[in-house]
């Protein structure tokens, strides 16, 4: 089945630091992935769509300069949280498809970031 | 714009019992595709069930399965036989397209509880 790796599954920075979040399709090519916010007990809120060679597409109010997507190969997809502050902790999730119709979205298995 | 509407924040359930989660949706679209994923505490999703609405057989998956109403646009999940490893928060999500560029609409969400 389709395998989607996501790392790190937990970090922690200091306020005014980037991270980076991985996400690689293991066993199929995936030209487009997902990159979702969750709060505590609240659904998944679609960020941004990574498109393999060119600019991911944001939804309206996330700001692309904060969330740096990158999908470099048909395999990797990077989010970068650039100058976190506390109000970014938050659970991000990626995912990706090989149809999405047909096969259904596999998840990563999320990261936890905390900004301190 | 496509909407979908979990309307039940919350739902508990008897261990060996049935209990049904519901889920309604807005779409102007003829072909479609719904699915059910489960989040359970590790927070990884899981695939449940996914239904195609050109098909109007109910998808079953074991103890899962779909009450797909197309004409009330209605896509409610029946779990038979709860078991304590079903304790999650449920999300009915929808997408239009086959391709895996296709975005997931998501809903808010059910927490289901099982009770042993």
């Known amino acids: 089945g389709a395998v989607v790796s996501q790392h790190p599954s937990r970090v922690i920075c200091k306020s005014g630091t980037s991270v980076k979040i991985e996400c690689r399709s293991l066993d199929f090519q995936a030209t487009t992935m997902f990159w979702y916010r969750q709060f505590p007990k609240q659904s998944l809120m679609l960020m941004a769509t990574?498109?393999?060679?060119?600019?991911?597409?944001?939804e309206q109010g996330v700001e692309k300069d904060k969330f740096l997507i990158n999908h470099a190969s048909l395999t990797l997809s990077t989010l970068t949280v650039t100058s976190a502050h506390p109000e970014d902790s938050s659970f991000y999730i990626c995912s990706a498809s090989k149809a999405a119709g047909y096969y259904g979205y596999t998840f990563g298995s999320g990261t936890r970031l905390t900004v301190v | 714009a496509q909407t979908v509407t979990q309307s039940q924040p919350e739902m508990s359930v008897q261990e060996a019992e049935t209990v049904t989660l519901s889920c309604t949706y807005d779409?102007?679209?003829?072909?479609?595709?719904l699915f059910w994923y489960k989040q359970p505490p590790s927070r990884q999703m899981i695939l449940v069930i996914r239904q195609e609405a050109y098909k109007q057989q109910n998808a079953t998956e074991n103890r899962f399965s779909v009450n797909f109403q197309k004409a009330a646009k209605s896509f409610s999940l029946k779990i038979s036989d709860s078991q304590l490893g079903d304790a999650a928060m449920y999300f009915c999500?929808?997408?239009?397209?086959?391709?895996?560029?296709?975005?997931?609409?998501f809903g808010e969400g059910t927490q289901l509880t099982v009770n042993p």
């Open positions: 999500a929808y997408t239009p397209q086959e391709t895996s560029g296709s975005r997931l609409t």
């Open positions: 779409t102007s679209e003829s072909d479609y595709y």
């Open positions: 990574s498109n393999e060679g060119s600019k991911a597409t944001y």
